[in-house]
């Protein structure tokens, strides 16, 4: 089974991107099965209203990314976090008190 997860690009002022991975409630990462939910996902956060941080000039962008290909950086936030296998779609994240962040 691929394992896929959601890298959020956020833009800021200072030129330097900011990149994290979707996580859980749970302070897990969310984890989908497929391609086409971790999409869905993403279409659905990019309809919604969304609040500049401090610095940020732009909505984030959402990169999906195979597991096993993530970024060493990102591979420690992993590894720190853990992964939520029970999240494979946006109704799954929103009905198990799940966010993303």
């Not at 002022?13 to 497929?34: G, P, Q, T, Y």
């Not at 993403?42 to 401090?54: Q, S």
């Amino acid at each position: 089974m691929k394992n896929y997860v959601i890298v959020k690009i956020r833009h800021c002022s200072d030129k330097l991107d900011r990149r994290s991975l979707v996580v859980s409630m749970h302070d897990e990462i969310a984890n989908f099965a497929s391609l086409k939910n971790a999409r869905e996902y993403i279409r659905h956060i990019d309809r919604g209203e969304y609040r500049l941080n401090d610095n940020e000039f732009s909505r984030p962008d959402y990169k999906i990314c195979r597991l096993e290909h993530l970024p060493k950086y990102l591979v420690a936030m992993v590894t720190r976090r853990g992964i939520d296998l029970s999240v494979d779609s946006y109704e799954d994240l929103m009905s198990s008190d799940a966010v993303w962040a």
